[in-house]
């Protein structure tokens, strides 16, 4: 049994993948302040995550993936990790990162003077700091502006180029035959990077993460915040390389916290109607696939229809028309389930048989969660 688990951290990111082989990987990480405060409903995501790890005999995640570097994506993630390139990050219980996944914007992006101290570049210079040592990192995409950088550093890019994976390519670190997983990296495009002003939800992480489990193989589409505009243009070249099955999902993290700007420009008055290529990829859902939106709780009343940020309920009620198109299990909110005043994670079970709720963690989903269907895998 693979799991994929989602933490209840308000309208921010904090996932993990754990394989049968016993291999974490966390994608980004936000802890907030105000959940270590009795009463509050987000989770204490660093007493959590250390008492998993205290449980699992570990001190490290064996991945940890920054899909971009905006603050709900890395919030007091400098305080948790330790990293390698200064001492005052080292020691005392930090948790250590085996390998740093991040997009080429992370190394590249320069920050305004006036946010210098900010998380964001520490985590770019560890970024650097590791690319330069040429080990425990990798980095996805290499647009012209990476390969300059490394020239101005003087730094060997044939040595290091291993540590470098395009779209369209698997991630190296793991593979179906020793992992029972593939990470096949859909985004970011060279020209997210080299071509656009804006260097992170345009160029953030965006994986099909294929599970393969007693011959039986499952997709989950790991998307970040992306718009609908870098959707389209990863439908479109992924089937003009016929790999639509890249595309298909059994589990599908909504982007940008259920934002209606995944979907199309315009968030309509009840229903926001997808991009005619949108379109397709939500019909690309299997049976008993799930969806979750990493968010706040989504209300349906008139200050939730007129409201400027995510979540959009009109998104919502976009998202559950096309589940239900494709006989899908359930839309899930991580901020309420199994309810919003004590919401906890949502782990996934992937089994041979299929995708399904832990109904002992989230004991309000099990009355509506089925056992899944059984069915042959699918490449």
């Known amino acids: 049994m693979h799991q994929v688990i989602f933490y209840p951290v308000g309208n921010g990111d904090t996932s993990q993948i754990i394989l049968n082989n016993g291999k974490r990987i966390l994608f980004d990480f936000r802890h907030l302040k105000k959940s270590e405060e009795e009463g509050d409903p987000h989770?204490?995501?660093?007493?959590?995550?250390?008492?998993?790890?205290?449980?699992a005999d570990k001190d490290y995640f064996d991945v940890v993936a920054f899909t971009h570097g905006d603050k709900d994506h890395i919030e007091n993630s400098t305080e948790f990790f330790e990293l390698q390139h200064a001492k005052k990050y080292q020691g005392d219980g930090r948790i250590k990162i085996k390998t740093l996944w991040v997009p080429a914007a992370m190394i590249l992006e320069t920050a305004a003077s006036d946010s210098q101290s900010s998380e964001f570049v520490i985590w770019r210079q560890e970024a650097r700091y590791r690319l330069k040592e040429g080990k425990?990192?990798?980095?996805?995409?290499?647009p012209a502006e990476l390969k300059k950088w490394f020239e101005d550093e003087k730094l060997d890019f044939d040595s290091r180029k291993h540590l470098i994976?395009?779209?369209g390519k698997l991630a190296e670190d793991f593979s179906l035959e020793d992992d029972g997983v593939e990470f096949?990296?859909?985004?970011?495009?060279i020209k997210?990077?080299?071509?656009?002003?804006?260097?992170?939800?345009?160029?953030?992480?965006?994986f099909n993460v294929r599970f393969r489990i007693n011959g039986s193989v499952f997709d989950y589409l790991a998307v970040g915040d992306s718009e609908y505009e870098v959707l389209e243009d990863i439908i479109s070249i992924t089937k003009y390389h016929s790999r639509e099955d890249r595309l298909h999902w059994d589990l599908f993290n909504i982007p940008h916290h259920c934002s209606y700007k995944a979907l199309n420009k315009e968030k309509g008055d009840n229903e926001t109607e997808p991009a005619e290529s949108i379109k397709e990829l939500l019909g690309f859902g299997?049976?008993?696939s799930y969806l979750v939106s990493s968010s706040k709780p989504i209300e349906n009343n008139k200050e939730a229809y007129d409201q400027e940020q995510p979540?959009?309920?009109?998104?919502?009620?976009c998202y559950k028309k096309y589940l239900k198109k494709v006989n899908g299990a359930d839309l899930l909110v991580t901020m309420e389930e199994p309810k919003r005043t004590k919401p906890e994670p949502l782990i996934f079970k992937i089994e041979s048989r299929g995708i399904s709720l832990d109904s002992k963690t989230v004991a309000a989903a099990a009355a509506i969660t089925s056992?899944?269907?059984?069915?042959a895998g699918h490449e």
């Not at 989770?43 to 449980?55: S, V």
């Not at 096949?184 to 495009?189: A, M, R």
């Not at 979540?311 to 009620?317: D, I, L, R």
């Open 43 to 55: 989770i204490n995501l660093n007493d959590h995550l250390k008492d998993e790890l205290k449980k």
């Open 136 to 142: 425990d990192i990798r980095v996805f995409s290499k």
């Open 165 to 167: 994976t395009d779209a």
């Open 184 to 189: 096949f990296c859909h985004s970011p495009f």
């Open 192 to 206: 997210h990077v080299d071509e656009g002003d804006d260097m992170r939800n345009s160029a953030a992480l965006i």
């Open 286 to 288: 299997r049976l008993n």
């Open 311 to 317: 979540p959009h309920v009109q998104a919502k009620n």
């Open 371 to 375: 056992s899944p269907a059984k069915r």
